[in-house]
Protein backbone atom coordinates (compact mmCIF):
# COMPACT_ATOMS: atom_id res chain seq x y z
CA UNK A 1 0.00 0.00 0.00
CA UNK A 2 0.63 3.58 -0.31
CA UNK A 3 -0.05 6.64 1.22
CA UNK A 4 -2.33 8.59 -0.89
CA UNK A 5 -1.38 12.51 -0.52
CA UNK A 6 -3.80 15.06 -2.06
CA UNK A 7 -2.69 18.86 -3.14
CA UNK A 8 -4.37 21.61 -5.07
CA UNK A 9 -3.98 21.08 -9.15
CA UNK A 10 -3.71 24.82 -9.63
CA UNK A 11 -5.22 27.94 -8.06
CA UNK A 12 -2.99 30.22 -5.26
CA UNK A 13 -2.30 26.83 -2.95
CA UNK A 14 -0.35 25.10 -5.97
CA UNK A 15 2.60 26.49 -6.28
CA UNK A 16 3.61 27.57 -2.62
CA UNK A 17 2.45 23.64 -1.49
CA UNK A 18 5.31 22.65 -3.86
CA UNK A 19 7.84 24.86 -2.54
CA UNK A 20 6.92 23.67 1.51
CA UNK A 21 7.49 20.42 0.42
CA UNK A 22 10.83 21.11 -1.58
CA UNK A 23 11.89 23.19 1.28
CA UNK A 24 11.84 20.00 3.43
CA UNK A 25 13.40 17.83 0.89
CA UNK A 26 10.60 16.36 -0.69
CA UNK A 27 9.83 16.45 -4.18
CA UNK A 28 6.28 16.63 -5.76
CA UNK A 29 6.46 15.83 -9.29
CA UNK A 30 3.77 14.88 -11.96
CA UNK A 31 4.24 11.66 -13.19
CA UNK A 32 3.14 12.22 -16.84
CA UNK A 33 2.47 15.30 -19.46
CA UNK A 34 1.53 18.48 -18.07
CA UNK A 35 -2.37 17.79 -17.97
CA UNK A 36 -1.76 14.33 -15.67
CA UNK A 37 -2.98 14.83 -12.56
CA UNK A 38 -1.41 12.22 -10.75
CA UNK A 39 2.32 12.08 -9.41
CA UNK A 40 5.38 11.18 -7.28
CA UNK A 41 6.76 12.19 -4.35
CA UNK A 42 10.72 12.00 -4.55
CA UNK A 43 12.80 12.05 -1.50
CA UNK A 44 10.54 9.47 0.52
CA UNK A 45 9.26 5.70 -0.71
CA UNK A 46 5.39 4.63 -0.46
CA UNK A 47 3.79 7.95 -0.90
CA UNK A 48 1.79 8.72 -3.87
CA UNK A 49 0.85 12.18 -5.13
CA UNK A 50 -2.72 13.00 -6.39
CA UNK A 51 -3.72 17.08 -7.79
CA UNK A 52 -7.26 18.01 -7.33
CA UNK A 53 -8.65 20.87 -6.94
CA UNK A 54 -8.37 22.75 -3.37
CA UNK A 55 -12.41 22.58 -2.43
CA UNK A 56 -12.51 18.85 -3.80
CA UNK A 57 -9.62 17.88 -0.86
CA UNK A 58 -11.66 17.95 2.56
CA UNK A 59 -14.53 15.63 0.70
CA UNK A 60 -11.44 12.84 -0.23
CA UNK A 61 -9.91 13.30 2.52
CA UNK A 62 -13.31 12.91 5.01
CA UNK A 63 -14.55 9.60 2.82
CA UNK A 64 -11.03 8.09 3.37
CA UNK A 65 -10.20 8.40 -0.29
CA UNK A 66 -6.65 10.31 0.46
CA UNK A 67 -4.29 10.21 3.57
CA UNK A 68 -3.20 13.17 3.84
CA UNK A 69 -4.13 16.35 1.72
CA UNK A 70 -3.18 20.52 1.13
CA UNK A 71 -5.92 22.36 1.73
CA UNK A 72 -7.23 25.77 2.99
CA UNK A 73 -8.67 24.97 6.89
CA UNK A 74 -11.60 27.24 5.88
CA UNK A 75 -12.12 24.98 3.10
CA UNK A 76 -12.37 22.51 4.95
CA UNK A 77 -14.11 23.72 8.46
CA UNK A 78 -17.27 24.21 5.57
CA UNK A 79 -16.93 21.00 3.73
CA UNK A 80 -16.83 18.72 6.52
CA UNK A 81 -19.25 18.20 9.13
CA UNK A 82 -17.44 17.90 12.83
CA UNK A 83 -14.25 17.91 11.08
CA UNK A 84 -12.10 17.13 13.88
CA UNK A 85 -13.65 13.35 14.34
CA UNK A 86 -13.03 12.82 11.01
CA UNK A 87 -9.36 14.98 10.07
CA UNK A 88 -6.38 15.74 12.17
CA UNK A 89 -3.89 18.67 11.76
CA UNK A 90 -0.53 17.79 10.67
CA UNK A 91 0.95 21.04 10.13
CA UNK A 92 0.03 24.62 9.60
CA UNK A 93 1.52 25.82 6.39
CA UNK A 94 2.19 29.58 6.87
CA UNK A 95 1.12 30.12 3.46
CA UNK A 96 -2.59 30.98 1.78
CA UNK A 97 -3.75 32.92 4.50
CA UNK A 98 -6.97 34.93 3.80
CA UNK A 99 -9.83 36.23 6.62
CA UNK A 100 -13.00 34.59 6.19
CA UNK A 101 -15.43 37.73 7.61
CA UNK A 102 -18.31 39.26 7.77
CA UNK A 103 -18.99 42.99 5.78
CA UNK A 104 -21.65 45.47 5.65
CA UNK A 105 -22.26 48.90 3.38
CA UNK A 106 -19.22 51.30 4.90
CA UNK A 107 -22.55 53.67 5.15
CA UNK A 108 -24.00 52.31 7.28
CA UNK A 109 -22.55 54.14 9.94
CA UNK A 110 -24.36 53.22 13.18
CA UNK A 111 -23.35 49.04 12.72
CA UNK A 112 -20.12 48.12 13.66
CA UNK A 113 -19.89 45.09 15.68
CA UNK A 114 -22.36 41.59 15.64
CA UNK A 115 -24.46 43.32 18.02
CA UNK A 116 -25.41 46.52 15.88
CA UNK A 117 -25.80 43.72 12.91
CA UNK A 118 -28.92 42.22 14.65
CA UNK A 119 -30.28 44.92 15.54
CA UNK A 120 -30.23 46.14 12.62
CA UNK A 121 -31.02 43.16 11.37
CA UNK A 122 -34.67 43.00 13.39
CA UNK A 123 -35.37 46.98 11.95
CA UNK A 124 -34.63 45.39 8.54
CA UNK A 125 -37.19 43.03 8.36
CA UNK A 126 -40.25 45.21 10.77
CA UNK A 127 -39.20 47.72 7.71
CA UNK A 128 -38.91 45.47 4.62
CA UNK A 129 -40.89 42.48 5.74
CA UNK A 130 -38.14 39.65 4.86
CA UNK A 131 -34.74 39.05 6.06
CA UNK A 132 -31.84 40.77 5.85
CA UNK A 133 -29.86 39.02 3.43
CA UNK A 134 -26.06 37.62 3.58
CA UNK A 135 -24.16 36.76 0.64
CA UNK A 136 -21.38 33.81 1.15
CA UNK A 137 -20.12 30.49 -0.51
CA UNK A 138 -19.17 29.58 3.21
CA UNK A 139 -22.98 28.14 4.58
CA UNK A 140 -22.03 26.17 7.70
CA UNK A 141 -19.48 28.70 8.92
CA UNK A 142 -21.41 31.73 9.09
CA UNK A 143 -24.27 29.78 10.30
CA UNK A 144 -22.38 28.35 13.10
CA UNK A 145 -20.66 31.76 13.85
CA UNK A 146 -23.96 33.90 13.75
CA UNK A 147 -25.39 31.42 16.06
CA UNK A 148 -22.99 31.31 18.38
CA UNK A 149 -23.17 35.45 18.78
CA UNK A 150 -26.46 35.42 18.80
CA UNK A 151 -27.37 36.67 15.40
CA UNK A 152 -30.66 35.35 14.35
CA UNK A 153 -33.04 37.45 12.02
CA UNK A 154 -31.30 37.34 8.49
CA UNK A 155 -30.90 34.76 5.80
CA UNK A 156 -28.10 33.60 4.12
CA UNK A 157 -27.89 33.98 0.01
CA UNK A 158 -25.54 31.63 -2.15
CA UNK A 159 -22.73 33.13 -4.14
CA UNK A 160 -20.02 31.25 -5.43
CA UNK A 161 -18.27 34.32 -6.47
CA UNK A 162 -17.67 38.10 -7.00
CA UNK A 163 -19.98 38.29 -3.50
CA UNK A 164 -18.77 41.99 -2.42
CA UNK A 165 -20.73 42.34 -5.48
CA UNK A 166 -23.84 41.02 -4.22
CA UNK A 167 -24.49 44.66 -2.08
CA UNK A 168 -24.24 46.97 -4.89
CA UNK A 169 -26.39 44.47 -7.23
CA UNK A 170 -28.44 44.88 -4.23
CA UNK A 171 -28.86 40.78 -4.43
CA UNK A 172 -27.74 41.24 -0.41
CA UNK A 173 -27.68 43.55 2.11
CA UNK A 174 -24.11 42.18 3.93
CA UNK A 175 -21.62 39.50 3.00
CA UNK A 176 -19.14 36.66 4.28
CA UNK A 177 -15.74 36.12 2.40
CA UNK A 178 -12.49 35.52 2.42
CA UNK A 179 -10.06 38.70 2.10
CA UNK A 180 -6.57 38.99 2.31
CA UNK A 181 -5.66 42.66 1.56
CA UNK A 182 -9.09 44.31 1.50
CA UNK A 183 -8.90 45.60 -2.05
CA UNK A 184 -12.27 43.79 -2.62
CA UNK A 185 -14.19 45.13 0.46
CA UNK A 186 -13.33 48.72 0.04
CA UNK A 187 -13.66 48.88 -4.31
CA UNK A 188 -17.28 47.57 -3.26
CA UNK A 189 -17.89 50.21 -0.39
CA UNK A 190 -17.43 47.69 2.22
CA UNK A 191 -16.34 47.55 6.06
CA UNK A 192 -15.48 44.42 8.32
CA UNK A 193 -17.50 44.72 11.50
CA UNK A 194 -14.82 44.83 14.53
CA UNK A 195 -15.77 41.38 15.70
CA UNK A 196 -16.55 39.74 12.46
CA UNK A 197 -13.52 37.27 11.44
CA UNK A 198 -15.24 34.31 11.45
CA UNK A 199 -11.66 32.39 10.69
CA UNK A 200 -8.27 33.40 9.89
CA UNK A 201 -7.39 30.38 7.54
CA UNK A 202 -4.41 29.43 5.94
CA UNK A 203 -3.01 26.37 3.93
CA UNK A 204 -2.74 23.25 6.29
CA UNK A 205 -1.83 19.79 5.69
CA UNK A 206 -4.56 17.59 6.81
CA UNK A 207 -4.17 13.44 7.77
CA UNK A 208 -7.49 11.33 7.18
CA UNK A 209 -8.78 9.72 10.27
CA UNK A 210 -11.24 7.67 7.66
CA UNK A 211 -8.38 6.60 5.46
CA UNK A 212 -7.10 2.76 5.47
CA UNK A 213 -3.37 2.84 7.41
CA UNK A 214 -1.79 -0.47 7.20
CA UNK A 215 1.45 -0.59 9.51
CA UNK A 216 3.86 0.25 6.34
CA UNK A 217 1.55 3.43 6.15
CA UNK A 218 1.83 4.05 9.03
CA UNK A 219 5.62 3.28 9.12
CA UNK A 220 5.62 6.04 6.14
CA UNK A 221 3.71 8.53 7.71
CA UNK A 222 6.25 8.50 11.10
CA UNK A 223 9.66 9.00 8.54
CA UNK A 224 7.12 12.02 6.40
CA UNK A 225 6.30 13.77 10.26
CA UNK A 226 10.40 13.25 10.80
CA UNK A 227 10.94 15.35 7.49
CA UNK A 228 8.17 18.05 7.96
CA UNK A 229 8.84 19.03 11.55
N1 LIG B 1 -7.33 36.42 -1.60
C1 LIG B 1 -7.87 35.22 -1.50
N2 LIG B 1 -9.07 34.98 -2.02
C2 LIG B 1 -9.65 33.78 -1.95
N3 LIG B 1 -9.09 32.71 -1.37
C3 LIG B 1 -7.89 32.88 -0.83
C4 LIG B 1 -7.22 34.13 -0.86
N4 LIG B 1 -6.05 33.98 -0.25
C5 LIG B 1 -5.99 32.71 0.15
N5 LIG B 1 -7.11 32.04 -0.17
C6 LIG B 1 -7.41 30.64 0.15
O1 LIG B 1 -7.22 29.82 -0.98
C7 LIG B 1 -8.08 28.70 -0.92
C8 LIG B 1 -8.83 28.56 -2.23
O2 LIG B 1 -7.87 28.40 -3.20
P1 LIG B 1 -8.26 28.30 -4.73
O3 LIG B 1 -9.10 29.48 -5.10
O4 LIG B 1 -7.03 28.02 -5.46
O5 LIG B 1 -9.07 26.96 -4.67
P2 LIG B 1 -10.55 26.58 -5.10
O6 LIG B 1 -11.52 27.54 -4.53
O7 LIG B 1 -10.72 25.13 -4.81
O8 LIG B 1 -10.46 26.76 -6.61
P3 LIG B 1 -10.87 25.74 -7.72
O9 LIG B 1 -11.95 24.87 -7.16
O10 LIG B 1 -11.31 26.68 -8.79
O11 LIG B 1 -9.61 24.99 -8.01
C9 LIG B 1 -9.00 28.92 0.27
O12 LIG B 1 -8.55 28.13 1.35
C10 LIG B 1 -8.82 30.38 0.61
O13 LIG B 1 -8.94 30.65 1.99
O1 LIG C 1 -8.93 41.00 -0.03
P1 LIG C 1 -8.52 40.82 -1.46
O2 LIG C 1 -7.04 40.74 -1.64
O3 LIG C 1 -9.16 41.83 -2.36
O4 LIG C 1 -9.02 39.36 -1.95
C1 LIG C 1 -10.32 38.90 -1.73
C2 LIG C 1 -10.98 38.46 -2.97
O5 LIG C 1 -10.28 37.41 -3.62
C3 LIG C 1 -11.13 36.26 -3.76
O6 LIG C 1 -11.76 36.23 -4.94
P2 LIG C 1 -11.21 35.41 -6.18
O7 LIG C 1 -10.28 36.28 -6.93
O8 LIG C 1 -10.68 34.09 -5.76
O9 LIG C 1 -12.52 35.19 -6.99
P3 LIG C 1 -13.90 34.53 -6.53
O10 LIG C 1 -14.82 35.69 -6.42
O11 LIG C 1 -14.21 33.59 -7.64
O12 LIG C 1 -13.71 33.83 -5.20
C4 LIG C 1 -12.14 36.43 -2.63
O13 LIG C 1 -13.34 35.71 -2.89
C5 LIG C 1 -12.35 37.91 -2.60
O14 LIG C 1 -13.30 38.31 -3.53
Do not use: C
Amino acid sequence: MTIKLGVPSKGRLMEKTFDWFAARGLTLRKSGQDREYSGVVEGIDGVELVLLSAGEIPRELAAGRLHLGVTGSDLVREKVAIWEQRLGEVALMGFGGADLIIAVPQFWVDVDTLDDLDAAAAAFRSRHGFRLRIATKYHRLVRDFLRDNGVADYQLVDSQGATEGSVKNETAEAIADITSTGETLRANGLKILSDGLIHASQATLFKSRMAEWSDDDRAVMARLEAMID
